[in-house]
């Protein structure tokens, strides 16, 4: 495999971390999700920094984080938060890298959504929001917002109605 870093990016609930574990272990690489990888770095929740220090703070954490991973020579696989393409050049800065290969899992609104009212009192961005339809608006607008940053990546996987396995197996081949 000549490509060092695999980078797997989208919004929030599109299945990167469950895609990325997959590809762990069918490519035998290790797997970082960058949230986890702050948290562990900076000995905080992802909640606790946004609600101490504010989302700016957390985005230059987040970049530093990213450096790291990076920076490292080792192979691996990252799943970046969903906003990680859409601060500072960070999309420049990815596609920079020769031995870099960045992969959009593209979900719709609506799987999206539902996969997020279920854990959102655990996502910072949504915490706020009543309902199903507030959602909905929230991630509508975001993806709208986003997709300009997403689309900079090397390839585009749609994920609607594939399972986790079929999604890194298409990856897996986009690869070779």
């Given at each position: ?20 574990k ?61 906003g ?42 949504i ?17 709208f917002e ?15 109605k ?15």
């Amino acid at each position: 495999m000549k490509t060092r870093k695999i980078i797997l990016l989208g919004y929030m609930g599109s299945g990167k971390t469950a895609v990325g574990k997959q590809l762990k272990e069918k490519l035998n690489v290790p797997f970082w999700d960058l949230d986890d990888y702050i948290e562990q770095k900076f000995n905080s929740t992802i909640s606790s920094i946004f609600k101490l220090r504010g989302e700016m703070y957390f985005r230059e954490k987040e970049r530093q984080a990213l450096e790291d991973l990076l920076e490292n020579d080792k192979r691996m696989i990252i799943s970046l938060g969903g906003g990680t393409p859409c601060y500072y050049d960070n999309m420049e800065y990815l596609i920079s890298f020769e031995n870099v290969k960045t992969f959009y899992l593209h979900a719709d609104v609506e799987t999206i959504s539902k996969r997020l009212e279920l854990e959102k009192d655990k996502r910072p961005l949504i915490s706020h929001l009543k309902n199903i339809d507030e959602i909905n608006d929230f991630v509508g607008k975001h993806l709208f917002e986003r997709k300009e940053f997403y689309t900079k990546a090397d390839f585009m996987i749609v994920t609607k109605k594939k399972s986790v396995k079929s999604i890194a197996l298409e990856l897996e081949k986009l690869l070779t």
